[in-house]
């Protein structure tokens, strides 16, 4: 007898925390029959379908999320019929609401495991494991098709407590199953907030793990130099000791191998743990931070506790530090946002520079405020998941639309971090971020290429042919910062179009074996710390030698870049002498 819990991860270098907790909180000696199996969307759904049949489980579970849930609809349906005397439970927030309507529409379905999940599936696992001994009317938070009745015949049994996170044992043993993939980890549960449009929301049972559990569950990842570890606790500093003990200990245990993923309220943020971030080394951690929207009365209309200029302080400050990646969130067809008020939240946003801007658009889950007054705000949105926004009372279709092209054309050319110089030159002489991306989208979608898929060089010549058409920036500085942008990121085989061949001395400093080019410009470009350039470079007089270091690369995987004195050099060949 065995049963099978199975994730169907967005990607591969996701790994679902779920999962493991679930495996783990089952007591031995029925742990060892507990098995896992994890496979990603961008698999065939035949190719899992077969694999799990070969797996032959005696209880088939899924975890289901928004980006999951046809898959496993499909799956779980096509396997009801090959082995129909499996039962076949799911599990997760796709799941947890409105379970009637999800038994009605997935007749593969035996049973749902309902919110926190631990405990009600250590139950379930002795009752099959033991041979069915027992009630499963029993099990707190679950529900179930009852085998003696009609399909319309639902148990649902009486919520769970829930538990205290500090008997949550820990889920990780063989840490080779996460070999380059992301490994999550909670050291809270719950939400204080309680923001309309998230289903962190409805559990205000907020708790948290007992800081030396903690601690010794980070040594373990520290120790084992996992590459990622993102913690998924839904505001992490809203308890500030509880945070800066954590901080404090990565920190002090700090081996330079391993980086810590935080989601944070910037505008909780103390001077004290403003002024111990800004000491942290450079890429310990990395902060998301959710504005959603600069729009006052839509922050009020969702129910959102947030002070924007506290918000963009704080973040300025860390950016200005240099030393963390910071990656801001916002939302597209929240309630009192329409189009021109959206593109002030984008601008006000984007004018930080931050290290990535996330533009995504509300989805419509069941179970959250937002679901409940669908009506209210004129809510039309995908029937099928992730139940995104395709119109409100304030945003039309077509204005979504035109929001799309600016997402695809922000993500290439900004949250890439390929064009990090030309994109700050831009930013120059284009004070509207918003319709800068938007005419660049449009650009694309009049000539045929959003549909295709593109080089790093071709992205630089379209980017160049738009700018160039526009007309209010040279194009040698453009052809220039563009060809700074590509050797910033690697050092090409190839060069673009518009390059000419290095000298001779130059191409000697890139022989084989030498992590390092060597480039001539006529410009000074915007340094690192130069985040908001209000004029652009003029043409220098004579060349600078910029020496590109792929050995050492920054936050952004961008290599190391330094002018050189050409006078150095009085032969034809640099020697590896004079590179270092």
């Not at 793990?209 to 500093?237: A, G, M, Y």
């Not at 860390?318 to 008020?341: Q, V």
């Not at 995504?360 to 679901?371: E, N, T």
């Given at each position: ?336 946002e329409g189009y021109a008020r959206f593109q002030q939240s984008f601008n006000e946003v984007y004018a930080i520079w931050p290290t990535q801007l996330q533009l995504g658009f509300l989805k419509v889950l ?215």
């Amino acid at each position: 007898m065995n049963i099978l819990l199975t994730a169907i991860n967005a990607k591969y270098i996701h790994s679902n925390l779920a999962v493991y907790s679930l495996r783990a909180f089952v007591p031995e000696p029925f742990r060892s029959s507990v098995r896992i199996a994890e496979y990603t969307i961008n698999h065939r759904s035949e190719y899992i379908l077969q694999e799990l049949y070969k797996k032959a489980p005696d209880v088939l579970c899924f975890s289901c999320y928004i980006w999951n849930y046809s898959y496993v609809r499909e799956i779980a349906a096509e396997y009801h019929k090959l082995r129909p005397q499996t039962p076949i439970w799911v599990g997760g927030p796709e799941v947890s609401f409105e379970t009637m309507q999800m038994f009605q529409e997935n007749p593969a379905f035996f049973g749902v495991l309902i919110g926190e999940g631990e405990a009600s599936f250590a139950r379930l696992a002795e009752y099959y494991l033991s041979g069915k001994k027992g009630d499963l009317s029993a099990i707190p938070g679950i529900a179930f098709r009852q085998e003696n009745e009609t399909d319309t015949g639902i148990c649902r049994t009486a919520p769970g407590t829930p538990l205290d996170f500090s008997s949550v044992m820990f889920c990780y043993e063989n840490m080779g199953a996460f070999r380059h993939r992301i490994v999550y980890y909670e050291s809270s549960r719950g939400c204080p907030f309680g923001c309309s449009y998230c289903l962190s929301s409805v559990d205000k049972k907020l708790r948290f793990r007992d800081i030396s559990l903690v601690k010794e569950e980070i040594s373990f990842f520290l120790e084992r130099e996992i590459p990622q570890v993102k913690f998924v606790d839904r505001t992490f500093n809203c308890n500030h000791a509880h945070a800066m003990a954590i901080w404090r200990f990565l920190k002090e245990k700090d081996t330079g191998k391993t980086n810590f993923h935080f989601e944070i309220a910037a505008d909780l943020l103390t001077e004290e743990e403003l002024v111990f971030l800004e000491g942290l080394r450079p890429g310990l951690i990395q902060l998301e931070i959710g504005v959603q929207s600069t729009n006052p009365q839509t922050i009020e209309k969702i129910r959102r506790t947030m002070d924007v200029k506290k918000v963009f302080a704080a973040v300025t400050r860390l950016l200005d530090a240099g030393n963390i990646h910071i990656h801001l969130d916002l939302i597209a067809g929240l309630p009192l946002e329409g189009y021109a008020r959206f593109q002030q939240s984008f601008n006000e946003v984007y004018a930080i520079w931050p290290t990535q801007l996330q533009l995504g658009f509300l989805k419509v889950l069941k179970g959250s405020y937002m679901y409940e007054r669908r009506q209210e705000y004129g809510l039309v949105y995908r029937e099928n998941p992730p139940y995104e926004v395709l119109e409100t009372n304030w945003l039309s279709y077509d204005e979504i639309l035109k929001i799309k092209l600016v997402e695809e054309m922000l993500e290439v050319y900004y949250n890439s971090g390929q064009f990090e110089v030309t994109a700050k030159l831009i930013g120059a002489v284009y004070p509207d971020a918003f319709g800068f991306f938007l005419a660049l989208g449009q650009f694309y979608e009049k000539n045929g290429y959003l549909d295709k898929n593109h080089s790093r060089i071709r992205r630089c010549e379209l980017l160049l042919d738009f700018l160039v058409q526009d007309g209010r920036m040279p194009r040698e500085l453009l052809e220039e910062s563009l060809l700074f942008d590509l050797y910033y990121r690697e050092n090409m085989k190839s060069r673009p179009y518009w390059a000419q061949s290095p000298p001779k001395f130059l191409k000697a400093a890139g022989k084989k074996g030498r992590q390092v080019h060597i480039e001539p410009f006529h410009y000074h470009f915007p340094q690192k710390g130069e985040r908001n350039i209000t004029s652009l470079p003029e043409r220098l007089s004579r060349e600078v030698y910029v020496l590109f270091e792929y050995g050492e690369r920054d936050l952004l995987h961008q290599a190391k870049a330094s002018e050189l004195d050409i006078e150095r050099f009085s032969g034809c060949i640099i020697g590896k002498a004079d590179l270092y």
